[in-house]
Each structure stands twice: as structure tokens, then as C-alpha cells.
């Protein structure tokens, strides 16, 4: 029973930056697993990045190492992903995921893993 909204999406020219949050409703945000997971027209939703609940880990997908940045502030229930050096590749409708449960799976790059979906924000990256 989580809420979750993603903002922060628009149309950039690449090498531009951009910065998604994520709100999460209710009170026990800083027990989730959170990720951020993408879909482009065509393509199986994919994932990349996700934060431990208490931000001592960070993973990321390959194709955005280095230019990508995820981090959470639990005080005010938010994930975000700064997204810098945009390439047209990022285009996609990004989407915040929330993993409530306390036990530990190990696959946090499958989206089965998580529990909780906010609607999506769409980035565009023009060429």
C-alpha cells in the first residue's frame, strides 16, 4: 500500500543533464529497497540503478556508469537520479521502484523484485 511519483522528466539536447525524484508515500520509506528502472518504445523495462535502504550501496547498469547518480533522502521520503551527459540512448519513460520487503534477494536488477511502481516520467533526448 505505497504511492510512488515520479517527476523531473522532459525533453533535453544531449550532453544536457536532468534530475528525477521519486516521492514515496507513507511512513516507512527508509525500510525500502529503492530502484530506478526504464522502458523505451519496443523494449523490455531494464534496469538502472538501485540504493540500499541506508544509501551505503549503489549499483548501476553499464551503459550508465559514470554519468548517472542515484541517492535517496529518507527524512523527506525521496529517491532521485541525476542523469548527466544525456545521450539519445537515455530516451525512455523512467520509472522509481520500491522493494518493501526486509528480506535480502540479491536481484536487485530484476524488476520482479520489486513491489511498488510509480507511473513513470518521460526523458527525451534530442540528437
Known amino acids: 500500500q505505497v504511492q510512488l511519483v515520479e517527476s523531473g522528466g522532459g525533453l533535453v539536447q544531449a550532453g544536457d543533464s536532468l534530475r528525477l525524484s521519486c516521492a514515496v508515500s507513507?511512513?516507512?520509506?527508509?525500510?525500502?529497497?529503492m530502484g530506478w528502472f526504464r522502458q523505451a518504445p519496443g523494449k523490455e523495462r531494464e534496469f538502472v540503478a538501485a540504493i540500499s535502504r541506508s544509501a551505503t550501496s549503489t549499483y548501476y547498469t553499464d551503459s550508465v556508469k559514470g554519468r548517472f547518480t542515484i541517492s535517496r533522502d529518507n527524512a523527506n521520503n525521496t529517491v532521485f537520479l541525476q542523469m548527466n551527459s544525456l545521450k539519445p540512448e537515455d530516451t525512455a519513460v523512467y520509472y522509481c521502484?520500491?522493494?518493501?520487503?526486509?528480506?535480502?534477494?540479491?536481484?536487485?536488477?530484476?524488476?520482479?523484485?520489486?513491489?511498488?511502481w510509480g507511473q513513470g516520467t518521460q526523458v527525451t533526448v534530442a540528437s
Open positions: 507513507g511512513r516507512a520509506f527508509s525500510r525500502y529497497f
Open positions: 521502484g520500491a522493494d518493501t520487503t526486509i528480506y535480502y534477494s540479491g536481484h536487485y536488477d530484476s524488476a520482479r523484485e520489486y513491489d511498488y
